[in-house]
């Protein structure tokens, strides 16, 4: 089915909520805050084509499109409006990765929307307690789940952190990123690299497919045995897997030109002492403290644009985002404010803050 085809399956579809002006639901996309370092953003032109073209209205604040390349002549093109950011915090819906900060939070309408990736913001109290104040419903992407049980949006993230991972590994290897300018591949008579990750989840299984496809020599430590399983069964048998034990760890770490931390199924902590037997050379990355696909941010608002159009298209079928934390227990997942209440449980229980559990509320409602 044409996108522009979507609301001839009911009439009244057309316009989600009334709002001044032509009727349209507004989606706002404010532009990245300029004291921090996050590139990503979540829309292409194209995407927003496609969702002007299905009924809402998009507004954009002017240069947000610039850390993925894109100007704002690119959006103009596909019916988005470019504006301020005051007017772009007034929209039905307000769409950001990273979440807004509490100045911002204040300017957003009354009973609006904000959908974001979690972040840093969401566990300061004055941010949730403006939220909660202006009972805006607040989700964020990388908590919700699709129809099948996949965090897709997490997912996307996670397989671009990990591919982008080698990437910076390689180039901090060759001569032009400063290092002693090897290939993580070998060649014949030559080792490959060796690469070590430790943890599990997609980020780590990411890095180490595409580790072994830049042929290096790649080995995965786990302290969970069925993890370990799972990531040989990912990536195939060139991945090398162990468990943790410190003489293992000692060795490999004192081989390792890269080595890549996650988080692994069991509560683990890097020993300091291995720092000191690594070759001054190794290139060394901690997805807790850096997330590598800020560096492809295009690529980021390609990915995730295909899983929004659908978003925004099941959300105009189901009447509203109101629409779909009722009916998809995935999307609930995601949401960390709800008409005025906290029922996000992890970050009520890291602010000391009193939560309800929305599928309650939600029956209650009903």
């Excluded at 941010?297 to 105009?316: C, H, K, Q, W, Y």
Aim: proline share 4%; glycine share 8%.
């Amino acid at each position: 089915m044409d996108y522009k085809d979507i609301n001839v399956l009911d009439p009244e579809l057309r316009v989600i909520t009334e709002i001044e002006g032509d009727g349209k639901f507004t989606i706002g996309l404010p532009a990245n805050y300029a004291d921090d370092e996050e590139t990503r953003f979540l829309l292409t032109p194209e995407a927003c084509g496609l969702i002007t073209s299905a009924g809402l209205k998009i507004k954009m604040e002017a240069d947000a499109g610039i850390d993925v390349s894109f100007s704002d002549e690119a959006y103009a093109e596909y019916g988005v409006q470019i504006t301020d950011r005051e007017s772009v915090l007034k929209a039905d819906l307000v769409l950001s990765f990273s979440p807004l900060k509490v100045e911002d939070v204040r300017k957003m309408k009354k009973g609006a929307t904000l959908l974001c990736m979690m972040g840093n913001e969401l566990f300061k109290a004055p941010t949730i307690e403006a939220l909660l104040e202006l009972q805006i419903t607040c989700g964020v992407l990388d908590n919700m789940y699709s129809y099948n049980d996949e965090p897709v949006f997490a997912n996307i993230i996670n397989e671009i952190d990990g591919r982008a991972a080698i990437l910076y590994a390689q180039e901090h290897l060759s001569y032009l990123g400063g290092g002693k300018g090897v290939l993580l591949a070998g060649v014949a008579g030559i080792n490959p690299c060796e690469v070590l990750l430790i943890g599990e989840g997609m980020d780590i299984c990411y890095a180490a497919k595409a580790a072994i496809a830049a042929g290096a020599s790649v080995t995965l430590v786990n302290n969970d045995i069925s993890a370990l399983q799972t990531a040989r069964q990912f990536c195939g048998d060139a991945l090398t897997t162990l468990a943790i034990h410190p003489r293992v760890l000692y060795n490999k770490c004192k081989t390792a030109d890269v080595l890549i931390l996650g988080e692994t199924t069991r509560p683990f902590k890097f020993p300091n002492k291995l720092n000191r037997i690594m070759k001054d050379s190794a290139f060394v990355l901690n997805f807790k403290d850096s997330h590598p696909s800020s560096a492809v941010p295009r690529t980021v608002a390609m990915g995730l644009s295909n899983v929004l159009v659908n978003f925004f298209d099941e959300m105009i079928i189901k009447n509203g985002f109101e629409g779909m934390i009722m009916s998809s227990e995935g999307v609930q997942c995601g949401v960390v404010t709800y008409h005025g209440k906290l029922v996000d449980k992890l970050i009520a229980s890291f602010l000391s803050m009193p939560s309800v559990d929305i599928k309650i509320m939600l029956t209650a409602e009903n």
